[in-house]
């Protein structure tokens, strides 16, 4: 099975702080995702990566930033914590599936901002 | 508009009961289509792919009509278990490779 972890399950932090988000995937996948997801917004992409050291912005990248120095491990970066960021983080690997790349998810991050 | 429009709900229904979910999607150059469940406060997990031919497992299916750019959800003789978000998933292919644009899901509740 597609094992995705995420470094903390809940976690607060104050405005300004510097907050690091960590993901890992078991399975050697190239594709690693990082979403958000707030009431009545769904879920929106805010960094992906196909590659080691590569990245691409999703949908609303302002304020995040990412890392991927290993294969295996995609890291959220908020520089400057703002109360806008409060939300739950979703990280997620893609892999095959008849064709089409579908998506395992970690279990998120409930990140509070105070 | 958003590119992936579902109906947020929630839905009420009786154990037993027959639901339909449906979702519209706007890009006609998607290429494949899932639908995912979302339990309370926890990660959203694929619940089945969708095929133009329509596909069943036990006693949910799933249709896709192309030509309308809408995809349908049914389950049947609903279970309290069933209560969820049900979230309907578009991929394309795109410039760094397959991308998944996401629904805002629509919220099932069974009831006794």
């Known amino acids: 099975d597609v094992k995705v972890t995420q470094s903390s399950r809940y976690l607060v932090k104050r405005t300004g702080e510097k907050v690091f988000l960590e993901c890992v995937q078991d399975m050697d996948h190239e594709n690693m995702f990082w979403y958000r997801q707030d009431p009545g917004l769904g879920l929106r992409l805010i960094y992906f990566s196909y590659d080691v050291k590569m990245k691409e912005k999703g949908d609303i990248p302002e304020g995040y930033s990412v890392s991927r120095e290993k294969k295996e491990r995609f890291s959220l970066i908020l520089e400057s914590a703002s109360t806008n960021q409060t939300s739950m983080y979703l990280c997620?690997?893609?892999?095959?599936?008849?064709?089409?790349?579908?998506?395992?998810f970690g279990p998120g991050t409930r990140l509070t901002v105070l | 508009r958003k590119e992936v429009e579902q109906d947020p709900g929630p839905f009420n229904v009786p154990e037993g009961a027959t639901v339909a979910f449906n979702c519209t999607y706007s890009?006609?150059?998607?290429?494949?289509f899932f639908w995912y469940r979302q339990d309370c406060r926890k990660e959203p997990k694929l619940l089945m792919s969708v095929y133009s031919s329509g596909n069943e497992d036990g006693r949910f299916t799933a249709q896709l009509n192309r030509a309308s750019q809408y995809i349908s959800l049914l389950i049947r003789d609903s279970k309290l278990s069933d209560s969820a978000t049900y979230l309907c998933?578009?991929?394309?292919?795109?410039?760094?490779?397959?991308?998944?644009?996401f629904g805002g899901g629509t919220r099932l509740m069974v009831k006794p």
């Open positions: 890009n006609s150059a998607s290429q494949s």
């Open positions: 998933v578009v991929n394309m292919w795109g410039n760094a490779g397959n991308m998944l644009t």
């Open positions: 997620a690997s893609t892999r095959p599936l008849a064709g089409a790349d579908t998506q395992y």
